[in-house]
């Protein structure tokens, strides 16, 4: 029999054994541990961030899979719930192929870094206070369900409960796309068009590399690989270069058997061309710059490799997250007015793409450093050529351009070009720091 004083010694201790894995909860504090997360698990930590971070999260669907789950986006930024004009809005989505799990769980702890650093780490808190981050860590739960953890090759779960591949079920820049239009799809589809994206990113596995456009070529998916280069290819490599040269390992471009991709990072349809990608798509419709990341050679690994896993890709996530920031943004006026001019064309020297504005006047631009010419115009009204320098060194703003338009039949005014004061103080409050601060 036990002594008398160790029984009571035991059950005095017995609360605090049961309380200690609820105290990070109890404190407002998330501890995401380095373990799988199913569809279940994955709902129950996002709704616990959202409650314990309630002020800088917000919580939503965005439609729902084949077989009803909830395709849930938690927004992180300081004002969670809306747009502020002015200030850039990120997408990160993962586990698009149901058996690459490595992208979700690199999500989830990223939302845990960044909540938990809000209002302690300068950089993180001035990051947020200028910047949405909505994060989608599973766009394919049926998929994600009927997946294997330690099956790195096969295709068990790889696409949605309906058989298609969510990666080729978009419209083609290049080709026609004959698949139905999944919900999941779909879902992306209105999402991207909703909310002013300026940056986003995909997360892949099976391989360790930073993919970017075109993935697609005007022979098309049974054509030859060949470089498919888009009107932004410098900066698309600047950004995967950023991703790449920021992880532990993919820079050295050999990670997985077989594969060599010089500094880590491949032009899409010069690995192998492919129909109906979800990158180009976002890119051409979402008018938002958006690139592919492999983060593991094999798509499933055992979990007691995530550790590791986070450890290779937390410097480049964030790092990548911070590129929304460099290039140039504005707002576009009536001459000698605050009336914005929405869907005005947005045109970079002679790049054969262009960005149109919000419904407040707005644009933004990733750019790399540099000079540029910068034309904006619509129907009906003259249009304004501007030489922009886009400087080496990153803020929490990009440079900001206002452009003010002269309707047609009218004169200008004298100060056509000033910025609008709304748009200087809701963009430059903390643009002079600089992004150098460790995360």
Known sequence: ????????????LLPLV??????????GQNVVPFEYHDYSQVTQ???????????????????????????????????????????????????????EVIGKELLLH????????????????SYLNTTRVHILPAMNPDGLQGSLEG??????????????????????????NTQPIQPEAQAIMNWTRSIPFSLSAIFHGGAVVANYPWDNTPLGQNGPSIYSRSPDDDIYRHLALTYSENHGTMHQGDICSGDFFEDGI??????????????????????????????????????????????????????????????????????????PVSEATVTIG????????????????????????????????????????????????????????????????PNASVPSLTFIITSTLICLLKVKTVF
């Open 45 to 99: 930590v996002l709704r616990e961030f959202h409650q314990n971070y309630s002020d800088i999260t917000h919580l939503y669907s965005i439609g729902q899979s084949v077989q009803g789950r909830e395709l849930w986006v938690i927004a992180i930024s300081d004002n969670p719930t809306v747009h502020e004009v002015g200030e850039p809005e990120v997408q990160y989505v993962g586990n698009i192929h149901g058996n």
């Open 266 to 339: 491949s032009n899409g349809a010069d690995w192998y061309p492919l129909r109906g990608g979800m990158q180009d798509w976002v890119y051409i419709h979402g008018e938002c710059l958006t690139v592919t990341l492999e983060v593991s050679c094999c798509k499933y690994p055992t979990q007691d490799q995530l550790g590791d896993h986070w450890t290779q890709n937390k410097n480049s996530l964030i790092e990548l997250l911070l590129q929304v920031h460099r290039g140039i943004k504005g707002q576009v006026f009536i001459n000698g007015t605050d009336v």
């Open 110 to 125: 990223l939302l845990e870094h960044l909540a938990g650093g809000y209002g302690k780490n300068s950089t993180i808190s």
């Open 1 to 12: 029999m036990m002594p008398k004083s160790r029984t009571t010694v035991s059950l005095l």
């Open 18 to 27: 049961l309380w200690l894995p609820c105290l990070p909860h109890i404190l």
């Open 350 to 413: 002679d790049r054969d793409n262009t960005f149109h504005t919000t419904s407040d006047g707005e644009f933004w631009r990733i750019l790399v450093p540099g000079q540029y010419s910068v034309t904006v115009s619509k129907a009906g009204f003259s249009s304004e050529t501007r030489t922009v320098t886009v400087p080496s060194n990153l803020t929490f703003s990009a440079v900001i351009e206002d452009f003010y338009l002269v309707e047609n039949g009218t004169s200008s005014a």
């Open 151 to 176: 099956d790195c090759y096969s295709s068990i779960g790889r696409e949605n409960a309906r058989s298609y591949d969510l990666n080729r079920n978009f419209p083609d820049k290049f080709e026609v």
